[in-house]
C-alpha cells in the first residue's frame, strides 16, 4: 500500500476476464496504470519495514513471499527473538505489529507473554498492535479491539496507543 502497488497486479488470469461485457481495451488501459504507478511507488520507497523471528525457516519464508510480490528490498529481516527486539536505528515512530506464538507453542513458554510485554514497553513513540486468539493474556491494555480471523481460528487484533499495565 505504501508504494502505490496495486493487489493482484502480477496476476494474469482474473474471472471478469470471460465476461461478455468486459471491455480488454479500458481493462488494459487500467493495469499499465496500475503498473506505472506501481513503478513509481517502488522508485521512491526506501527500507523502511523490519521483521524478525526467532526461527530462521520462517525469515526464508518471508523473504521468499518478499521476492515474489517485488518488494524484498525496501524490508529487512533479522533472525531475532522478541525478547532482544529494539527499534531500527533512526526511527522514532512507526508501527510494530506482531502475531505472537500461540497454542502448543504459547503453552511451552509461559514466559512468553511477560517477554512480550517489556518488548513493546520498548517501542515508545510507536503504535503497537497483536493479533491474538481470543482469549489471551497479557499483562497490558488495549485501547482498541478489532475481531479477525486467522483462518479458522477467532482472534482479536489490539492496539496500544500508549502502553500501559
Not at 506501481?38 to 526461527?55: H, K, Y
Not at 531475532?80 to 500461540?102: C, D, M
Request: hydrophobic residues 45%.
Amino acid at each position: 500500500m505504501v508504494a502505490d502497488v496495486a493487489p493482484a497486479l502480477q496476476r494474469d488470469y482474473f474471472g471478469f476476464l470471460g465476461w461478455r461485457g468486459h471491455d480488454d481495451a479500458l481493462w488494459q488501459s487500467l493495469r499499465d496504470a496500475a503498473q506505472e504507478r506501481a513503478l513509481e511507488g517502488l522508485r521512491g520507497l526506501r527500507p523502511c519495514f523490519f521483521g524478525s523471528d526467532g526461527d530462521p525457516r520462517m525469515i526464508a519464508i518471508a523473504t521468499h513471499n518478499l521476492q515474489s510480490a517485488g518488494v524484498a528490498g525496501f524490508v529487512m529481516l533479522d533472525k531475532q527473538s522478541a525478547e532482544h527486539l529494539k527499534a531500527p536505528a533512526g526511527f522514532k515512530t512507526g508501527l510494530v505489529i506482531t502475531n505472537p506464538p500461540y497454542g502448543e507453542r504459547l503453552a511451552r513458554d509461559a514466559a512468553l507473554t511477560t517477554d512480550l510485554a517489556a518488548t513493546l514497553r520498548r517501542f515508545e513513540g510507536y503504535q503497537r498492535a497483536l493479533i491474538v486468539p481470543r482469549p489471551f493474556d497479557l499483562p497490558l491494555r488495549a485501547d482498541k479491539f478489532l475481531l479477525v480471523f486467522n483462518g479458522a481460528i477467532e482472534c482479536e487484533l489490539r492496539r496500544y496507543d500508549a502502553v500501559r499495565p
